[in-house]
């Protein structure tokens, strides 16, 4: 599986983004697929993830009630997309794939897929 994220860019806090991650292959629907994000200096750290059918989501504390995941195994995509964006959004966004996990216990190391980041500036 293939991965390309895309959608990032410059916003002013309370702004929104959504963010795109397409995948290749025709075994997008078995990948549990999830959101990371890495700011500068800092680790990467889990955002969101969704289940197989997209029934289920799993968000960090942090971003619950503002971003809200989501997929559409017709078009292989899966979709973040992000509201009451605040300064401290501000990092690199990388879309994820598994078949190790779900909807919870997602860390780095359960990724099989990585995108390749699109950065998110949110200025204040």
């Known amino acids: 599986v293939q991965l390309q994220a895309s959608g990032g860019g410059l916003v002013q806090a309370g702004g929104s983004l959504r963010l795109s991650c397409a995948a290749s292959g025709r075994t997008f629907s078995t990948y549990a697929m999830g959101w990371f994000r890495q700011a500068p200096g800092k680790e990467r750290e889990f955002v969101a993830s969704?289940?197989?059918?997209?029934?289920?989501?799993n968000y960090a504390p942090s971003v619950k009630g503002r971003f809200a995941i989501s997929r559409d195994n017709a078009k292989n995509t899966v979709y973040l997309q992000m509201n009451s964006l605040k300064p401290e959004d501000t990092a690199v966004y990388y879309c994820a794939a598994t078949l190790r996990v779900s909807i919870t216990g997602w860390t780095q190391s359960v990724v099989d897929y990585w995108g390749q980041g699109t950065l998110v500036t949110v200025s204040s």
């Open positions: 969704i289940t197989q059918n997209g029934r289920s989501t």
